[in-house]
Nanobody, 131 residues
Framework: QVQLVESGGGLVQTGGSLRLSCGGS????????MGWFRQAPGKEREFVAR??????????NYADSVKGRFTISRDNAKRTVYLQMNSLKPEDTAVYYC??????????????????????WGQGTQVTVSS
């Protein structure tokens, strides 16, 4: 069983930056593909970014809306995945969730953007971008 805890959310002005962290306990962290999703009020949960496991070549996926502004990374020694968010916009306001996908990686290939392909979820952290 894997437990995930997000932190780093808060209130920031348009154009500002935040770095979200997601710490994982239990399981073999480096073997999990990790994703970030977000959910705004009244909207469905949407994909933000994914980083593959550390068992081979590292692959990255980003939603078009965040490409060039957000960066996902991981530190397996700290069992933590990060989401660096720059040039924030009001439309980035949402609760941000991290998620873990263990082998055999349902989220690989074309499945990376679907929440159903991730087995474990954190409780979320609120990000609010003021205009």
């Amino acid at each position: 069983q894997v437990q995930l805890v997000e932190s780093g959310g808060g209130l920031v002005q348009t154009g500002g930056s935040l770095r979200l962290s997601c710490g994982g306990s239990g399981g073999t962290f480096r073997s999990y593909a990790m994703g970030w999703f977000r959910q705004a009020p009244g909207k469905e949960r949407e994909f933000v970014a994914r980083i593959s496991s550390s068992t081979g070549i590292t692959y990255y996926n980003y939603a078009d809306s965040v490409k060039g502004r957000f960066t996902i990374s991981r530190d397996n020694a700290k069992r933590t995945v990060y989401l660096q968010m720059n040039s924030l916009k009001p439309e980035d306001t949402a609760v941000y969730y991290c998620a873990a996908d263990p082998p055999p990686y349902s989220s690989s290939g074309v499945g990376y953007s679907f929440p159903r392909n991730y087995n474990y979820w954190g409780q979320g952290t609120q990000v609010t971008v003021s205009s």
